[in-house]
């Protein structure tokens, strides 16, 4: 469990990703190349495509950290390399440097020079409900950073209606009135946080 769990709204996004960090490595890491073809929650995602997607993340929002050029035309075949899962896990590492720096939360960042700490929540984000995505298709159970939720269901909020019309998220599931705040915010983005 986190212990850091009462803290304010201002927590800095390095922070949060840094305690995302912290529960998506290990289930990167625990992937079995076995496991790489079988389906994930995501529909147009197996195992492979999905790691594959998050590794992209993990990388590209460095860039936007730093107020770069980000580039997600294509995704490599980063699984395909020998060491991916310590690189993952380096990559992630740098992640958390990259929005910890001074200046990485301030004014826009990205093609739609969207605000750089809602850009950060993206990526915060990826790491939480992506990391449930492979625990859930790996048959492995997943706790997310309990300070990040809160945080992560603003953004949901905010991002939406857009994420929404770009077919990035679902329609809502519904859930019962005993869900979690972490099943309210997968089932926000369109997952079912019973069934996967």
Same mark, same amino acid.
């Given at each position: 469990?986190? /212990? ?11 922070? =949060? ?7 998506? #490595?290990?289930?990167?890491? *625990?992937?079995?190349?076995?496991? =790489?073809?079988? @389906?994930? @929650? ?7 495509? +999905?790691?594959?997607? +998050?590794?992209?993340?993990? #990388? ?15 995704? @490599? ?6 060491? &991916? ?6 990559? $992630?590492? $740098? =992640?958390?440097?990259? &929005? ?10 990205? $093609?739609?020079?969207? @605000?750089?700490?809602?850009? !950060? ?5 990826? =790491?939480?409900?992506?990391? &449930?995505?492979?625990?859930?298709? /790996? !048959?492995? %159970?997943?706790?997310?950073? %309990? ?7 603003? $953004?949901?909020?905010?991002? !939406? ?8 998220? *679902?329609? %809502? ?11 309210? +915010? +997968? ?5 079912? %946080?019973?069934? *996967?």
């Amino acid at each position: 469990m986190d /212990t850091n769990e009462n803290v304010t709204a201002n927590e800095s996004i390095g922070d =949060l990703i840094g305690a995302a960090v912290e529960r998506a #490595v290990p289930v990167v890491a *625990g992937i079995e190349d076995k496991a =790489l073809a079988e @389906p994930t @929650p995501c529909a147009d995602y197996d195992v492979k495509a +999905l790691v594959n997607h +998050l590794f992209q993340v993990v #990388v590209q929002f460095q860039k936007l950290a730093a107020k770069q050029q980000d580039d997600f035309t294509v995704t @490599p075949d980063f699984v395909s390399r020998d060491g &991916w899962r310590e690189r993952f896990a380096a990559e $992630a590492g $740098a =992640l958390v440097a990259a &929005w910890s720096a001074p200046g990485a939360e301030d004014g826009t960042t990205g $093609a739609m020079n969207m @605000p750089a700490r809602l850009v !950060g929540s993206m990526a915060l984000l990826d =790491l939480t409900v992506h990391a &449930w995505d492979l625990a859930r298709a /790996t !048959g492995r %159970p997943f706790e997310p950073a %309990p300070r990040a939720v809160a945080p992560l269901a603003a $953004a949901v909020a905010e991002l !939406g209606p857009t994420a929404r019309s770009m077919g990035v998220f *679902g329609e %809502p599931v519904a859930v019962g009135e005993d869900a979690s705040a972490f099943e309210r +915010l +997968l089932a926000a983005t369109g997952r079912d %946080p019973v069934r *996967g």
